[in-house]
């Protein structure tokens, strides 16, 4: 690029920081196509950051620098910022569309969907959003939470999976030789008639590597998901983890969400699109009641753990939570309040009510989906 092309585009780049409102002081510059394309950049940020000083460009009869009337639509900006701006710049637009300026409307238009990247903060603005959704347009809102589970499934499947059911055996060797299954110590022991002492260094001639085995069997985890806005992240990431576990040989997994009632979603423990779409975020937190439902599900108790994810904001009397919490550990069974579920678990919540919990012997705390699933191992073991 010659000097004189970098600075027209230098200077028209300064003129999109600018704004429209910088018109005369500074325009665009370049032939037909470039202004062409400038200006439509143009629009499309005014459309979006007109919003913060409380205007909106889809109200204006005239664009400025053009010689129309705007006819923009929620599916025509997202088509053409992704058109026009590279993916990193078009993921920071939309993120502040949904995140800073509430453009809802992203959301009720099928071919909006259609052109939005799968992500955490999407699938949460959908969750928050999907009340207005109807036919075609949350037929789309499901794909896009079938996508983000399935892609989070295969993030954390195989470290779950080894973290619940698998501890190193050391008294057989493995056919699989892998780094994780590697016998340091045994390999060592084995080989130190081979130490060669002229120099220093011990001679492997053989590496022992150790089986993984089963532990469980025959278990029962009883999920119990707070609906409440403020979880939005953990629902989603327990969903998923719920699927992970039923998936699990050793585990009869039972999958319940609430408010200020209770539905049970067992039937759909391996299906996170569908239970996502079943959450209605908001509303009044009964704890007490999501306990004594999941209680009646046990029937071993020393063959079962309660996992409650919720804020520990409780909307129903404390006290009669605090009778089946007792009740639940007392017949033997695990009981355990999880405060966050996401990769950073960041907890709040009710940390009085908390400490009142941990006293009577349940555990309550953050923890990441990894941490989760050592954390199923070692009450199983």
């Known amino acids: 690029m010659d000097d004189t092309l970098e600075k027209q585009l230098s200077v028209n780049r300064w003129r999109l920081v600018l704004g429209g409102g910088a018109d005369r002081e500074l325009q665009f510059s370049g032939d037909e196509e470039t202004l062409r394309t400038f200006e439509d950049m143009e629009e499309l940020l005014d459309y979006l950051y007109g919003r913060a000083g409380g205007d909106d460009i889809r109200e204006e009869q005239e664009r400025l620098g053009g010689n129309g009337p705007s006819v923009l639509t929620a599916a025509k900006w997202i088509n053409k910022v992704r058109e026009l701006f590279p993916k990193q710049t ?14 809802t409307e992203l959301l009720t238009d099928k071919e909006v969907l259609k052109k939005m990247e799968p992500s955490m903060e999407l699938l949460k603005t959908i969750l928050q959003l999907k009340h207005l959704m109807k036919g075609e347009v949350l037929g789309e809102a499901r794909r896009i939470a079938a996508a983000v589970a399935e892609e989070l499934r295969k993030k954390l499947e195989n470290s779950v999976r080894r973290s619940v059911m698998g501890r190193i055996d050391r008294s057989t060797s493995s056919p699989v030789h892998s780094a994780r299954n590697l ?18 260094q011990l001679i492997l001639q053989d590496i022992y590597f150790s089986n993984r085995v089963r532990r469980y069997n025959n278990k029962t985890v009883i999920i119990a998901i707070d609906e409440s806005g403020s979880m939005v992240g953990s629902v989603i990431y327990s969903a998923v983890m719920a699927q992970i ?38 509303g009044g937190t009964y704890i007490g009641g999501a306990l004594s439902y999941c209680e009646s599900l046990i029937t071993k108790p020393s063959e079962s753990v309660i996992i409650c ?54 555990f309550v705390g953050a923890m990441t989906p990894e941490q989760l699933g050592d954390y199923i191992g070692r009450i199983f073991s």
């Open 245 to 282: 576990f039923s998936k699990l040989p050793f585990a009869d997994v039972k999958l319940v969400i609430f408010d200020t009632s209770v539905v049970d979603l067992t039937g759909y423990a391996d299906e996170p699109a569908e239970i996502l779409m079943s959450v209605q975020l908001g």
């Open 183 to 200: 016998d340091i110590k045994k390999t060592i022991r084995r080989n130190l008639k081979n130490y060669d002492k002229s120099s220093g």
């Open 90 to 103: 078009a993921d920071v637009l939309e993120r502040h569309a949904l995140d800073e300026f509430k453009m």
């Open 309 to 362: 994810v919720t804020d520990l904001y409780e909307g129903g009397p404390v006290g009669r939570l605090m009778n089946i919490s007792r009740g639940i550990i007392e017949s033997g069974a695990k009981l355990s309040f999880l405060t966050a579920l996401d990769q950073d678990a960041n907890a709040v919540y009710d940390k009085s009510l908390g400490q009142k919990l941990a006293d009577l012997g349940a």
